[in-house]
Structure formats: structure tokens, C-alpha cells
């Protein structure tokens, strides 16, 4: 470590942090785009689509926690062009980073402002919960824990701040063993805190006794919701985020320089 801090909490996002989801989201939201061009577009899905320099951009971005929210974005900008083929209508890496130059929250206004409301939100988000979670064949069943052991044995007090929902905190729970984790102890969507707001750690931080916790994530969103917070410190997991002060290859690398038990 760089200096002699000492956190009093862990806090963790759950995808690419907990999880590996880089079978699962993404692909929910590739084929959220890809279905939603054809059945709210009319159009023709004739490419690939949604891709991991898409991928880059949206997570560095900071404003696009939520992978739904991605594919409807998407979505509208691809239907504002007035293609009918999606391989002309997405736009690609270096035009979707242009267009997001100008992005002011909320969201929902923004999208809807520049491009029309001419995606129906609510079912092209359904359209990716029931790729992600459908009990059949959800893409869910594709994650990886990424810290193995248990929430209990890491000797700090240990929290969650994540944008998944209710439902998919469920999935999540079982996919790390982690059935018994309080409740108390996470902030997810369902509970309308949104990061990048610092308010999911104000509340965790109160709820575990703890001031300066280390917060784990792998997006912009997450890190600038730890620098809102304005204590403690961000550690970022992979390589999405170089410029972070902290940046470890894999949690387990991550935990273990920050947990006084490491495991």
C-alpha cells in the first residue's frame, strides 16, 4: 500500500467485482439491442451489434450503471438515425463517445430530449431482465464468483453498493454462496439510490459503524461515487479504470491488500 490507511469497511459492487459477468450482461444487452431493433424498430438486425468497444465507453462514461438503461440508449440512438440495417444505424465506438459529450442527468430526459421517445423504455428492459434472468436459460447461469471466500471471514464489517435489482440480488446471492447476507447490509436498485451517487455508502457506512471504508469497484460510476463520498478509498478491479490510484488484476488480489484477514 501507498500509505499506512486502514479501512473499517468493505463495501463491493457485485458485477466484475463479486462476479465475472462478461458472459452475461453483455451479451443480455447485445441481444437486447439486436431483438429490440427488430420488434420495436421494425428494422434488421444484420450485425453483431453492441461490442466490447461499446462496452468501454458506456462503463468509462460514469452515467451508465445500469446495462438496461445501456441497450435502451442505444436503442433510441440507433432509431433516431432513420436506418433500417443495424449495422449502419448503431453508432460505433468513437461516434457513441461524441454523442455522449453532451450528456446531462437525468437520463431518461437526455435520451428522450435527443433522441425522441421512439424506444418504449420499459419493455425494451424487460426484453433484457428476461434474457438475463429468465429461469431457463438465463444468462445469469454464466457467472463466476471472484472472491471466494466467505462475506464473514474477511475480519471487517463488509456491505454491498450495487445497481443490480432485488431479483438479480437473489441470483447473485446464490451464485457466491452468499445466502446469508444481511440485508441490511445492501443498497441495490430497488431501493432508487442510483450510483454514481454517494448515498449507497453514506447509508452502508452508517449501518456497519464505519467511516473510512475501502470501496470496491470496476466502473466510472462506481469510482466517482466513492470520490462523492469523499472518504475512505476506491479500488478499482480490472483494467477499465487505469487512471485509479488503486487498481488490482483480481478482487482476491484486491481484498488482500486491504482486508486484515487476507485469506
Known amino acids: 500500500m501507498k500509505d499506512s490507511f486502514k479501512a473499517d469497511a468493505l463495501i463491493f459492487d457485485i458485477d466484475g467485482v463479486l462476479l465475472d459477468v462478461t458472459k452475461s450482461y453483455p451479451e443480455a444487452i447485445r441481444l437486447g439491442i439486436a431483438n429490440g431493433w427488430e420488434e ?8 453483431a451489434g453492441y461490442g466490447p468497444g461499446h462496452e468501454w465507453v458506456m462503463k468509462r462514461h460514469g452515467n451508465f450503471n445500469d446495462d438496461f438503461d445501456i441497450a435502451w440508449t442505444l436503442l433510441s440512438m440507433a432509431a433516431a438515425s432513420g436506418e433500417s440495417r443495424l449495422s449502419r444505424a448503431l453508432p460505433s465506438p468513437e461516434r457513441l463517445a461524441e ?5 446531462r442527468a437525468p437520463l431518461q430526459e437526455w435520451v428522450r430530449g435527443k433522441y425522441g421517445d421512439r424506444v ?4 425494451s428492459r424487460a426484453m433484457c431482465a428476461k434474457l438475463y434472468g429468465d429461469p431457463e436459460n438465463g444468462l445469469y447461469r454464466l457467472e463466476k464468483p471472484m472472491l471466494r471466500r466467505r462475506w464473514d471471514s474477511l475480519g471487517l464489517p463488509v456491505g454491498i453498493y450495487s445497481g443490480r435489482t432485488a431479483f438479480e440480488w437473489e441470483l447473485a446471492k446464490k451464485s ?4 446469508d447476507f444481511p440485508d441490511a447490509r445492501i443498497i441495490h436498485y430497488d431501493h432508487g439510490i442510483e450510483k454514481p451517487s454517494p448515498l449507497g455508502l453514506e447509508i452502508l ?4 459503524g464505519a467511516s473510512s471504508p475501502v470501496f470496491f469497484g470496476d466502473t466510472a460510476s462506481d469510482m466517482k461515487a466513492q ?3 469523499g472518504r475512505g478509498r476506491f479500488a478499482a478491479i480490472g483494467r477499465l479504470l487505469p487512471e485509479a490510484e488503486y487498481r488490482f488484476e483480481t478482487t482476491e488480489e484486491a481484498v488482500s491488500a486491504f482486508a486484515p484477514n487476507p485469506g
Request: glycine share 10%; proline share 4%.
Open 205 to 208: 457506512c452508517e449501518r456497519l
Open 99 to 103: 454523442e455522449l459529450a453532451d450528456f
Open 120 to 123: 418504449p423504455r420499459d419493455e
Open 227 to 229: 470520490a462523492a463520498f
Open 40 to 47: 420495436f424498430c421494425g428494422g434488421e438486425s444484420d450485425c
Open 176 to 179: 457466491l454462496g452468499w445466502e
